[in-house]
């Protein structure tokens, strides 16, 4: 497990998005199909396959604060102000990341990366106190700001590993799965 402190990272590349949730995850996107219906997190963080992950979150129909990182090697540390970390593979097979709502909709931001297996580690914070908003009619406000919060961070790697979790799990994913 990597030492849980917080040093310098090479960042090649970053960007900040409100990522509107849908059905309570955003998605990963890494150029991959799915196979058929999605699989159950293990973890309460993510689920998906090699080509696209799903990041869960306790906000619904609401934005949620998310700051992506493309690094050039593992961050040699986890911070600990985030309520959970895992990390997990994925395969970004054209070089470009894009983070959409949960249903494909709403491409929100699309990074480039070298090809290739990537871990992911990704961090969340205050997920138990997500914003839910179940009406989506164009009178509802969605301005208030939203205390959850996520960082992710990619890398390329030369080999598959197994999903860890690095610190955690929080409330939220207890109470998930």
């Given at each position: 497990?990597?030492?849980?402190?917080?040093?310098?990272?090479?960042?090649?590349?970053?960007?900040?998005?409100?990522?509107?949730v849908q059905y309570g995850y955003y998605?990963?996107?890494?150029?991959?199909?799915r196979s058929g219906a999605d699989t159950p997190s293990r973890d309460g963080l993510l689920f998906g396959e090699a080509g696209w992950l799903a990041v869960i979150c306790g906000s619904?129909?609401?934005?949620?604060?998310?700051?992506?990182e493309v690094l050039k090697r593992m961050p040699p540390a986890v911070d600990r102000g985030w309520d959970m970390v895992g990390e997990y593979d994925l395969d970004i097979q054209q070089g470009v990341l894009t983070v959409m709502g949960g249903q494909g909709?709403?491409?929100?931001?699309?990074?480039?990366?070298?090809r290739g297996l990537h871990r992911v580690r990704v961090h969340v914070r205050n997920r138990d106190q997500?914003?839910?908003?179940?009406?989506v009619g164009p009178l509802v406000d969605i301005s208030p700001v939203?205390?959850?919060?996520?960082?992710?961070?990619l890398w390329p790697v030369d080999h598959a590993?197994?999903?860890?979790?690095?610190?955690?799990?929080?409330?939220?994913?207890?109470?998930?799965?």
């Open positions: 497990m990597p030492e849980l402190i917080s040093p310098p990272r090479a960042i090649v590349q970053s960007g900040s998005v409100d990522v509107v998605n990963l996107w890494a150029g991959g199909e619904d129909f609401a934005p949620v604060p998310c700051q992506i909709a709403c491409p929100h931001l699309t990074l480039s990366s070298t997500g914003l839910q908003i179940t009406d939203n205390p959850e919060e996520h960082l992710i961070q590993r197994p999903a860890e979790v690095l610190l955690g799990p929080d409330q939220y994913a207890l109470s998930y799965r």
